[in-house]
Each structure stands twice: as structure tokens, then as C-alpha cells.
């Protein structure tokens, strides 16, 4: 009997797998630099634990706003701004299509949809190519590059491939990490199903639904779940209220964080009772459903949790996963190197997120705090090495099966941090086609990898711009006015650091504007102007289902960025080309011009968001 199949095949330059953060910026990244990219994803929407299937808000290395200017910037960045100007009200479904826009609309870059990897091809130590299946079109897709990105989270196709991986917490021999055991074990953080409820202004019954599990008080008393009123709930609160005096500020303010009755739990969390989680993943999900509705019913039902006038408007059906394999690369990141602030010469993104390592059994380890964190200082670098996947000709790996040992991965795999990560491994992956080379070939072009990530406002701390192609580092900078000095503009950091601004701020913005300045001695030859603005990278901007959240980070885009301006190319004084920008929000604008001979660049700026200066923190010519 003859079988009937729809089978496809493609050839790109680079393939993307897994469509969460990671995998968006990476195969972005890969396809502005001219690479023909696809990007496979096996969900209908992308984003991962950040979309509408999930929900968890994008965390990184401010670790919550408490690192100043720590905040991710780069393609994340410019997605995020993308959101706040369009979606002042928190829906995910805005999210998804803004995502979704991001990906479609890029040129050099094919999106799969609804596709399963399934398969793949190799030969020796390479990937040849990989099987996927698409769920709605019912095509078995192969698809073909020199090189390719693991972005799955789970380090699927690294695992498929033969790449050799970790699972468990290494020992203390190994790294001789602070926080490691003496014995190494396969102890994993769990997997999470979020919930969203919402105030209907009047009395809301909940009956549970059959099979949820009941929670007591002080099965929950380490978990803060609402605003106890009762006595006995009081009384089980302060028990927890003394081991949270031990704790360190950063400490206790993660541990508690989420406790409103409108918002789900991270602490909703199960590891599995097998060695693999990922094969575990169904059971998980249903046993999260049971402990999500069975909370629920403990919240309304059982003692005064002060949600007598809320109502269940949603529970996810997706549980969002923390950890699985780790794929080794050759470099494996560890806690040392986050505690040392390590700056490696590889450098290509960034943590600063604490080593947050959930207790082992997740929300049924009743009797302990639901995470151990291990907070430090700073912030880190991530190097290349930790990108490239050992044993492996022609494979990337990114995300949170990063390289990395597991206490570096408990602050490695938030998703900002992951983002990051995403878009430097794209750039790298499109410089193996312009060099003909594969991953560890681009080790010989780390300066310019670093030097491009830089340029695409990417941060890389210890770097600062170096590029001999961008005319502005030869200029004079001046300004109309100043509380803070214009040459900062070409200082070759684009964001403060420490104590230092590193932006140009005007004093106030004089009628007609404020103009900053760039001037040759001799003529220059200019086709493109960059500008880095100031979007407040201490302003909290991430989409969330928490109330509060959304209370403290408002509506609309910082005030501190600039709205309208003007950019003057002109020669001896007169002007030679103009671009007018007007209604602007993001933080990195890039202007293309003709060709243009010229001695001076005026950036003139007419208004802001609100703010009464302006601030400007990079200005680069090409």
C-alpha cells in the first residue's frame, strides 16, 4: 500500500533551532549580516517561556533593576521598546505578533513554524542537515546549511548529533565552585505552570476541579502567597518571617517576590521523580495542573487570603522549563567566573543575574525556602568558547544549555541573558559564511565579531567601540549647551557605568532645538549615522501578568529618549543632506544616507519623551 508524504527539502546559510528569545536573536542577528537564514520552532508562536503559552517576564542581568544599567540592550532592547510603544495594556497576544512582525519581516530570514525537529544528519563531526515535520501544513521538511544553532533549550539537536552533555550539579573537585557539593548529583530546577487572576470587583466562587490536590497553611507557609489576615496564618507567616531575617536583602527580595493573589507562582514548580526530566515532561505538566488548581482552591477557599473578589482568568497549559541538558562546549562557564566578574578575551555577552538554584523537588519540598541563592556584585562576561559546542565541527549552542557548569547556568539561563547570547552566536554564525569557516574559524575575527557586536548596541563589558571604520572617534565633538560633557558621545561606551554617564546631556532644550556637533578637519566621505539614545535602562519595561509590576513601570516609552530630531550632513557650513526624524522610540537609530562628502555632522533634537534634557549616548559615522 502506498504511503502518501509531502516531503520538502531547503539550503540555507545558517539554521536557527528553537524559536524562544535565544533563537529569535540569533537568527536576526544571522540574517542582517547577510546571512540566508531559517529559524524552526515547534510552538505556533514565538518567544518561548516570554510568550502568551507561557508568560514569564524576560529577567536578565539588572537581576530585577537592582544592578544600575545592567539592562540588556541590542535586538532585545529594541523588541521590548517595539512593545512598550504599542501595548501600554500588557497583552501577550500584542507580544506574539510583535515577535512574530520581527521575524517575518527581516529580510534573509525563513521562519518553520509549528516544525519539529525529529532528525538529523550527520557526517563525522558535522551536521549535514536536519528532519523536521510541520504539524499544519503536514510537510517532512530537510533542511540544509554549513552551520547550524542549537537555541532549544533542551539541547536537542546537539544531543541528536552525538555532542557530548551534562545533567545534574558537578563537584566540587571539578571547578572548586563556592556553592558546590562534595558529590556530584542529578538534582535539576523544575518546570513552572503560571496562572493569572483578576479583581471582578465582587464576591467570586471557586469550586476545584476534580483531581487538584489540597495545600494546608503550612505545607505553604515558605511560599507567600497572599496577605495573611487570620491568626493562623499569621502565626505560620512569622515562622517563615525568621528564616527570611537570615537572608541578605537581594536574597529575601527574590525569594518573595511574587506573593499577590493576581499573579501565578514561580514557586509552582516540579522536577520529576526520574533521571531524564525532559522524557518526564507530560507527567510534569499534569501534576502542575493538579498543584496550580489545588493552590487556587487553598487561596479562596481555605482561610482569609484576602481573594474573596478574584477570579481565575487563566492557567497556562505549556509548563516553562529551567533546566535539562547542559551541551559542553569548549569552554564551560562556572560560579567562579561569575563571582570574579571574569572579563575573557573572548567576550561576547553578559550575566548578572544570582546563581539561582531551586530546591531540589520543587514545590514539594515543603519544608525548605523554594530557592538557594547565591548572590554576588557585578556583572560577568560570557566568552565565545562557551557558545561553540565541543566535538563539533559546525554547531553552536546557546540559550540555557549553554556550556556552562550547573551553578553558572542558575544565573546564565534567564531569558535576557539568553538573548544576549542568541545575538552574538547570529552574528557569529553569519560571519562563518562571509570567512568561509566554521565556529572556531571565527576565533581569528573575534576583535571584529566583538567591534560588530558593539556596533549593533550589543554591551560587552570591558569592551568599548574601537572601530577603525567609525569616523566619529577622529572628530571634534561640541554642543549647544551641556550639564554633561559631548565628547562623551565618542567615549566608546554607550551606557553608564559605575559612576560614569558616558552620555552628552544638555542643559534644558532651547528653542529650536539642541545640537550636538561632529566636526572634521578635512573632508569625509559619510553613508550612514548612528545614534544610541538614552531609553532608562534603570526603568523596568518587561511584559508581565503582575499587577504590581505594571503599576510601577507605567505606560509608554522613558521620557528620557528622544522623540524628534534632525540630522544635518554639511560641508563648509552649508547643508549637503538632511534626514528628519520625528515620533521616535527606540534607543538605537540608524540613518542611511547617500553617499555624502561632508566636514560636519548636527544632530539637532527638538523635543524628547518628556524629559527636560537631552541625552545622548553614542554618535558613529560610516
Known sequence: MAIRKKQKQAQFDVIVVGGGMTGLCAAIASARHGAKTALVQDRPVFGGNGSSEVRMHICGASNNMRKRDAEETGILRELLLENRRNNDYYNWSVWDRILHTAVKEQENLSMFLNTTMFDCDTEGKRVKSIKCYQLTTEIEWTLSAPIFCDCTGNGTLGYMAGAPYRTGTECKAEFNEPHAPDEPDNERMGNTLLFKAVNRGKPVKFVAPKGSYKFTEKQLRYRKHADLIDDAGKKLAEEADELLDNMDDATKSLVTDSYCVDYGYWWIELTGEKADIIEEYEDIRDELIKCVYG?????????????????????????????????????????????NNEVFPDAVAYGGWAADKHVARGLFDFDKMPSEIYDFDGLYTIPYRSYVAKDMENLFISGRSLSASRLAMASSRVMGTCAVGGQAVGTAAA????????????????????QTLLKDDCYIPGYKNEDAADLALKATVTASSEKLPAENVINGVARGVGDNQNCWQSNGIAQGGEALTIKWDAAQEVSQVRLTFDPNLNHCIKLTMSSHRMAEQGTGVAPELVQDYDVLLKKGGEVVAEKQVRGNYQRHNILDFDKTVCDEIEVRVHATHGYADVRVYEVRAY
Do not use: F
Not at 560571519?431 to 566583538?450: F, S
Open 295 to 339: 493552590i487556587w482552591d487553598h487561596i479562596k477557599n481555605d482561610g482569609n487570603h484576602g481573594a474573596a473578589n478574584y477570579d481565575l482568568e487563566w492557567v497556562g497549559m505549556l509548563p516553562g522549563m529551567r533546566e535539562s541538558r547542559r551541551l559542553v562546549g569548549d569552554y564551560m562557564l562556572n560560579e567562579n567566573d561569575l563571582i
Open 431 to 450: 560571519m562563518c559564511k562571509k570567512y568561509g569557516c566554521d565556529p572556531r574559524g571565527v576565533m581569528e575575527h573575534m576583535t571584529e565579531l566583538q
